[in-house]
């Protein structure tokens, strides 16, 4: 799977960028305290995206957006690819 966020607006340190633990998704699917152990021994990496660019990331990667500390728009179009079919008898609300 793949997630793609198209920046409507630039998306600053200021007004609640996104933050990542890098390579965290290589872990897979993680339990609470797994989650907590990331936090608490990787430096997150903020991602500053300007209007019009793109953010693209594994969706199991652990990110958050930062909290806003100057009022401005930060929207993005969020979408998620994904190539298979999904497991366990779940479907996908749209197919294209």
């Known amino acids: 799977m793949l997630a793609v966020r198209v920046h409507l ?3 600053t340190e200021h007004n609640g960028s996104v933050r990542v633990l890098a390579g965290s998704h290589r872990s897979g699917r993680l339990t609470t305290d797994a989650i907590e152990q990331w936090k608490a021994t990787t430096e997150p990496v903020t991602c500053v995206i300007a209007r ?3 953010l693209a990331f594994r969706p199991l990667l652990l990110h958050a957006s930062s909290p806003a500390r100057v009022p ?3 929207r ?3 979408f ?3 190539a298979e079919q999904l497991p ?3 479907n996908w609300n749209e197919q294209w």
Request: hydrophobic letters at 40%; aromatic letters at 6%.
């Open 52 to 54: 019009g660019g793109l």
């Open 80 to 82: 998620e690819l994904a």
């Open 72 to 74: 401005a728009h930060r």
């Open 9 to 11: 607006d630039d998306c």
């Open 88 to 90: 366990y008898g779940l």
């Open 76 to 78: 993005v179009v969020h």
